[in-house]
């Protein structure tokens, strides 16, 4: 099938002509005929598979479909909601390919940067909103935007969603908006709390799956290498300089892990940015630029990068850390592998980390290959049972006597009621 195959309008086939796309992906080819008959849809697929088109492509030919008499007073006509800042600038970016031959405006909201400039361009009128959360939520408490004449919503990368603890901003933003819309749900796995969301909201859906939920591309070459956390950079800087990368995503479970490696390859000579939440947002732009142009072929990210952004033939990925949820070991490597293309990801696996990489396994079901032959090889029991304390959120209790502060409280409060601290005046 090809996307003239798809009833699309000539603007939208000859903007896509024009960015030399002629085959849709499969949840494309599965998603767009029902999108633009107007049917809700839920969409489970990986990332990396073309989610944003399936959506983006059917909301701009309703758009374009319907007559607005003054266009200085456009309403919002679409919301998408995305978990990050850069899922939301990467969205509203293909808005702006996909429609550039129509009369529409977009724009992408999102925190961490002076809200002066998306304020202005509300005021100005949108068709297409997209945003994260949180600061759609204070432009509409502050009365900059309202959702009345939203037409069509979409949560995208729904799952991300809830594990960054949005979903509670996300049920608030739905009650804002029309009851008769259409809506478009889409995540990589399908937890027990999205099922329940996506029930709530959705309208006797079409369900479109295009791939078994936490799967991982099969033309991505995966393998593991077992080391000594002490040893891990110095296995990193021998594999950088000893294997031909074109580009290379370096996972870091934490911001001050991924700020150590970049600044431990600098003194290897080996020139590395990073991308993390303490990040301002004009640098995380700037450092995701550099990468995607090329500038630089090494980025180190938190998982904040590990879903949705689209890098152009990325052709490694490499896990430094293991990630605690099994899950997330699928969105890190699919940032490879894209558009059908092949792709590397590289896993470091210390002894206390054997257990997360255990369950990484069982949820893909495919034993990844272990890499034995390099100069930091250890040797990990397969077979150890590894107990990781369960996160507590609860902070242990103090010891009275383990600080003066504590010792000066304690007196305080045994001192008489009449006990006077102040010095008498003279």
């Known amino acids: 099938m090809q996307f003239n195959e798809l009833e699309l309008i000539e603007p939208l086939k000859k903007a896509l002509i024009q960015e030399g796309y002629t085959d849709p992906t499969p949840i494309q080819a599965q998603a767009i005929p029902f999108v633009l008959q107007g049917r809700d849809c839920l969409g489970i697929a990986q990332t990396g598979t073309g989610k944003t088109a399936a959506f983006a492509l059917p909301i701009l030919q309703s ?26 600038i990467q969205i509203e970016e293909s808005f702006k390919v996909y429609g550039k031959n129509l009369n529409l405006k977009s724009i992408a909201i999102f925190g961490g940067v002076g809200q002066k400039p998306q304020t202005t361009a509300l005021a100005l009128g949108i068709d297409i909103l997209v945003a994260t959360p949180g600061r759609l939520l204070d432009l509409i408490g502050q009365k900059h935007i309202k959702l009345n004449q939203v037409k069509h919503f979409v949560l995208d990368e729904a799952d991300m969603m809830l594990d960054m603890g949005m979903i509670h901003d996300v049920r608030r933003i739905i009650d804002l908006l029309p009851h008769v819309r259409q809506n478009l749900l889409f995540s990589a796995t399908m937890p027990k709390e999205i099922a329940n969301l996506s029930a709530s909201i959705l309208n006797d859906p079409v369900k479109v799956s295009v791939t078994p939920a936490a799967t991982t591309v099969d033309t991505i070459s995966q393998s593991v290498y077992f080391v000594a956390k002490d040893n891990k950079v110095s296995l990193l800087i021998k594999l950088l300089k000893d294997i031909k990368m074109e580009s290379v995503l370096i996972f870091s479970r934490t911001k001050h892990g991924a700020d150590k490696i970049v600044k431990a390859l600098s003194h290897a000579n080996i020139q590395a940015l990073a991308i993390h939440g303490n990040k301002s947002q004009n640098n995380r732009q700037m450092a995701l630029n550099a990468f995607k142009t090329r500038q630089v072929k090494i980025l180190v990210a938190t998982d904040i990068a590990a879903r949705g952004l689209d890098i152009d033939e990325l052709s490694h990925v490499l896990i430094y850390d293991q990630p605690e949820v099994a899950e997330t070991y699928v969105h890190r490597i699919g940032r490879t592998g894209r558009a059908g293309l092949g792709g590397v990801a590289i896993s470091f696996c210390d002894p206390e980390e054997y257990v997360y990489f255990k369950g990484v396994q069982k949820l893909i079901d495919k034993k990844i290959p272990v890499v ?55």
């Open 372 to 426: 034995k032959d390099h100069p930091f090889a250890i040797t990990i029991d397969e077979n150890a049972v590894v107990k990781v304390a369960p996160k507590t959120n609860h902070r242990p209790k103090r010891n009275p006597s383990a600080h003066p502060w504590d010792r000066q409280a304690k007196a305080k409060k045994q001192r008489p009621s009449n006990f006077n601290t102040r010095k008498p005046k003279a």
């Open 63 to 88: 758009l374009a479909s319907q007559s607005t008499v003054k266009r200085s007073l456009r309403p919002i006509s679409a919301l998408v909601l995305a978990p990050t800042r850069e899922l939301a």
